[in-house]
DNA sequence: CCTGCCAGTTTCGTATGCAATTGGTCTGAC
DNA sequence: GTCAGACCAATTGCATACGAAACTGGCAGG
């Protein structure tokens, strides 16, 4: 093998060679959530540093940094000196962090419904429709995938935390909320429960605008209260 | 210096030689929380990998993984190149965290009341009357310090949240609640606002055993509320 | 047959070295 | 006097090396 140091630009050896321009760090911080969320890897599965690193062609260094992250958003578990596991979603892990997502993003909904100005508005609403349209498009032609329906989702709700204003809020809901999770809810949705989901954010969007902290609450409440019982069911 | 490896046992050397147990990474941690919390880092001030590494001892590597823990709880921040720095608590962010604070856990003081078991009251209630014999001990002799306050404060509000079920709500007020910035505010309290803490964590154990989740939740509230209003006023 | 012990192997935790980037400063031109 | 460009020092990011703990298998003893 090379030397210490090795050679200069090469780095990009293995079949990792994405994104150039983030670090080694977040592209393997990067490839294990996919992994993770895409069912690749299960729970309860070792996850090596070593066979990370080689995969994605760095060193243990950013990999052991990526699998920290991981453990810090709950993802992996780690143990001293035993290395990390993907996290187990069971029944009650899923009610958990459900649980916390009604409290904290329906009292992000109440705070944006407070401070939200038309801009804001406009913008929600037109997330919204972009993701009804997704949305239509996934029923119609399941082969499009779910990919658009799931990002604007989560921008959506992105949006929604950020008109809040408590960006410490958003940033705990970031960490907490498991997109992974979110996202393999979303394909346990029947059509019924996929246009229901589109119509909570259009409700949502009308009680921000009509600055309506407490319905905005409620509907938020709902739709996260929705989701839970589907994802209940999507556990491993 | 020594090669690749060093010296077999050598690992010891610096002033940190302290807990045999930890690893250099979670003393590494230890030290520079404990070095924010204090007062001695301010705000914005850098934090330089190499710095921390000498002063207790270790190589950078397990400082750097200090640094990504302490980033992911937000008492630094991290810019790529650039390295950490002490996070500026600003009157603002003072605001944010505690404004989570009494979400979060007057929730869990709810959930608390609903599922605490005879053991779990009396637990609670010995830790509110070593809490109240520690600041009463303080108030008396201000040399006797606050850390046996602190302390115990901390783990009455663990223990309220460990009764509340949630681990995932457990962790993630671990993570935002910023000890460092509570201790700081527990140095701001005058007898009077210690003493009503101490009453007010008294009550919070009566709802409790009451199985008054609402009783609970609006204790909690007041509680954090008050501590918010006086934290406010030690923002740096 | 089951249990405890030992050696080999695997994997983590940490130390160290090199390359790249960034920030500051110095010089020179306008 | 001010600004642009280039050099230099400081510092991070990553790769690699090594020691130590934990898991594995086999073997001996009960």
Redesign the pocket.
Known sequence: ?????????E?Q?GAGAKRPG???????YLVVREAIASGRLRGGE??????V?KEI?????????A?RRLAAEGLVE???????RVARFEAEEVDEIFSLRVELESHAAALAAQRAGADDVAKLAALCEEMREAAEAFLADPCAGLEAVTDLNNRFHAKVLEVAGNRRLASVVEAVVQRALVERTFHGYSADQLRRSCRHHEEVVEAIAAGDPEWAEAVMRTHILAGRAVAKGVAQ
């Open positions: 093998m090379m030397g210490p140091g090795g050679v200069p630009g780095q050896g983030r670090s080694a760090a977040d592209r393997a070792p996850v090596r540093e070593e066979q690193a062609g760095v060193s243990r260094t950013p990999v052991r940094e699998l780690l143990e001293a000196r035993r290395g990390a």
